[in-house]
């Protein structure tokens, strides 16, 4: 099954991952004070986070290789 929508359609099971990932990488990324909720990524920070995500970088290792470059 896959979700309907403008984005790339990705198996259900695999969105939730992502979603659980993403959400993991926002809380440590606000833990460790490089943003502060709400935070609203733009397009760029999106195409890096996933292809993190794609890569198999954990949440911790994703924040460190985001946010870690800009300040």
């Given at each position: 099954m896959f979700i309907q929508s403008?984005?790339?359609a990705l198996p259900?099971?695999?969105d939730l991952d992502?979603?659980?990932w993403?959400?993991?990488?926002y809380d440590k990324a606000v833990g460790e004070g490089f943003i502060h909720a709400p935070w609203?990524?733009?397009?760029?920070i999106?195409?890096?986070l996933q292809s993190y995500f794609d890569t198999?970088?954990?949440p911790a290792d994703a924040v460190s290789?985001?946010?870690c470059l800009n300040h």
């Open positions: 403008n984005q790339i259900v099971p695999f992502l979603r659980a993403a959400k993991a990488v609203e990524p733009d397009d760029a999106v195409r890096r198999g970088l954990s290789a985001c946010f």
